[in-house]
């Protein structure tokens, strides 16, 4: 009997935490829903599939996390500019589209952890070339507001650089020859290569950097901290890993 009844005693506690995970209830735009702003031209981060859902490695990662904190993720698709505004705007609850993590940003944005780390590469038609070095002496296409466009404004100037709002616009500039390259991240180079015949990448000596979710700066603590506890789970446990290596197969 007293078996029994702790039995009883555990299952009832265990269907108690359960009840609680799932009601699990945080300050977000819309009540039991977590709003990304995302710009779904950047695989394998975010992309379109045939039916015009966002897909990629972070909706992969929000399905899980908004699943473990009773949340619905949906996706908000906006240019990438957009996207880093939307969340101080009161229009996302976070940006979640491949963001750098950097000091500037951090003025309006509270990151999560960083759960991969990328580095700058150059995307141009094979055999053009194009190095790190003779960089400058080219026209450089870059998507608004990322690093690349940072870097290449910064290192060779405005009159080097054509920034487009989507990488999509970027890619078929390079393929019409309205820029020479395309400054981009690595893991994103790489998708487009094995998309777009005639196309190679090239390595760059840029810092690598480190992705997270940019959440309204001060807004929402407590579904922060939620956050990285379940990124930091799945990290420590692969799942990221493996969410990454699927995308890149």
Same mark, same amino acid.
């Given at each position: 009997?007293?078996?029994?009844?702790?039995?009883?005693? +555990?299952? #009832?506690?265990?269907?108690? /935490?359960?009840? &609680?995970? *799932?009601?699990? %209830?945080?300050? @977000?735009?819309?009540?039991?829903?977590?709003?990304?702003?995302?710009?779904?031209?950047?695989?394998?981060?975010?992309?379109?599939?045939?039916?015009?859902?966002?897909?990629?490695?972070?909706?992969?990662?929000?399905?899980?996390?908004?699943?473990?904190?009773?949340?619905?993720?949906?996706?908000?698709?906006?240019?990438?500019? +957009?996207? #880093?505004?939307?969340?101080? /705007?009161?229009? &996302?609850? *976070?940006?979640? %589209?491949?963001? @750098?993590?950097?000091?500037?940003?951090?003025?309006?944005?509270?990151?999560?952890?960083?759960?991969?780390?990328?580095?700058?590469?150059?995307?141009?038609?094979?055999?053009?070339?194009?190095?790190?070095?003779?960089?400058?002496?080219?026209?450089?296409?870059?998507?608004?507001?990322?690093?690349?466009?940072?870097?290449?404004?910064?290192?060779?100037?405005?009159?080097?650089?054509?920034?487009?709002?989507?990488?999509?616009?970027?890619?078929?500039?390079?393929?019409?020859?309205?820029?020479?390259?395309?400054?981009?991240?690595?893991?994103?180079?790489?998708?487009?290569?094995?998309?777009?015949?005639?196309?190679?990448?090239?390595?760059?000596?840029?810092?690598?950097?480190?992705?997270?979710?940019?959440?309204?700066?001060?807004?929402?603590?407590?579904?922060?901290?939620?956050?990285?506890?379940?990124?930091?789970?799945?990290?420590?446990?692969?799942?990221?890993?493996?969410?990454?290596?699927?995308?890149?197969?």
């Amino acid at each position: 009997m007293k078996k029994l009844i702790a039995l009883t005693l +555990a299952t #009832l506690l265990m269907t108690a /935490a359960f009840a &609680a995970v *799932a009601e699990a %209830s945080y300050n @977000t735009v819309e009540a039991g829903k977590f709003i990304y702003a995302t710009s779904p031209d950047f695989p394998p981060f975010e992309d379109r599939d045939d039916a015009d859902n966002v897909i990629g490695i972070e909706p992969d990662l929000l399905d899980i996390i908004c699943g473990r904190l009773g949340l619905v993720p949906e996706a908000f698709p906006i240019d990438f500019d +957009a996207a #880093l505004t939307a969340p101080g /705007a009161g229009k &996302a609850d *976070a940006v979640v %589209s491949g963001v @750098t993590i950097r000091e500037d940003r951090r003025a309006t944005l509270d990151f999560t952890i960083p759960y991969v780390t990328i580095t700058q590469a150059i995307v141009c038609k094979a055999g053009a070339g194009i190095t790190m070095e003779n960089l400058g002496e080219h026209m450089i296409g870059v998507q608004s507001g990322t690093t690349g466009h940072i870097y290449a404004v910064d290192d060779f100037g405005e009159d080097h650089t054509l920034a487009y709002d989507k990488y999509s616009l970027a890619f078929q500039a390079l393929q019409n020859g309205q820029v020479d390259c395309i400054l981009v991240d690595d893991l994103v180079g790489q998708a487009y290569v094995k998309r777009i015949p005639g196309l190679e990448i090239v390595t760059t000596t840029y810092e690598p950097e480190e992705f997270g979710f940019g959440f309204a700066k001060d807004k929402y603590p407590e579904l922060l901290e939620a956050f990285n506890k379940v990124l930091q789970e799945l990290i420590d446990d692969g799942t990221v890993e493996s969410i990454i290596l699927k995308w890149n197969e």
